[in-house]
């Protein structure tokens, strides 16, 4: 049996198809060209339509949800559930710090216009929505404990510089290295923690949730 009696049906079922891209009607016409002119079963060539068709209008360029697109915020991973500060990836945090070196050391200050030592550790850790108390001591008491062979980057480290007590804060930035606002008449810069000033100094460290 050849396909000629039962092609007009076939195209008026793809024409139906409204969400079908030309694409699809373009390939089902090329196989109604190619069997009209041999036998088939008919049931297989059914079958077979019904795919092609079934096809084409998959292919419609349709994207499950949810999706980012430009200009959107992430989906959010449950619904409903109150938003939450995420602790800041110490690889930016460290980017931050490290971006102020040379700024100036300033008694109270805490802006890039000039910076004492927990002014600076006060100062990064906002530009990732995370309030640290303002005094040295204060920031001693957030978050857990850490010790000297346990630092990583994005860590505070506290040290006793003027008194038994903690007196002075920098941020951890791996390894043997830390970034601070010295006193004085010191600018932000970089320092080793194996240094003997520092290493005699060392009070603990802190990681801030």
């Known amino acids: 049996m050849t396909l000629r009696g039962h ?71 449950s619904r409903g559930a109150p938003d939450r500060a995420t602790a800041p990836d110490a690889y930016a945090l460290t980017g931050t710090a490290l971006a102020l070196r040379g700024s100036p050391y300033r008694d109270g200050g805490s802006d890039p216009n000039g910076f004492d030592c927990s002014g600076f550790t006060q100062y990064v850790f906002a530009q990732y929505g995370i309030r640290l108390p303002r ?43 830390f970034i601070h606002a010295p006193s004085s008449r010191g600018v932000v810069r970089v320092e080793h923690l194996s240094a003997p000033y520092w290493s005699q100094r060392f009070i603990g460290g802190r990681r801030v949730p």
């Open 135 to 177: 005094d040295v001591r204060d920031q001693y008491q957030v978050g857990k404990p850490v010790q000297l062979h346990d630092l990583a980057a994005g860590d505070l480290i506290f040290f006793s510089t003027v008194s038994s007590d903690v007196s002075h804060v920098a941020i951890a930035l791996g390894g043997d290295e």
């Open 7 to 77: 092609s007009d049906r076939w195209v008026e079922g793809v024409s139906s198809c409204r969400s079908c891209k030309h694409l699809g009607n373009r390939r089902l016409a090329a196989l109604l060209h190619v069997v009209s002119q041999h036998s088939f079963d008919l049931r297989f060539l059914s079958a077979l339509a019904l795919t092609t068709v079934s096809a084409a209008c998959a292919s419609t360029g349709a994207v499950p949800r949810p999706f980012p697109e430009p200009g959107s915020s992430p989906p959010s991973s």
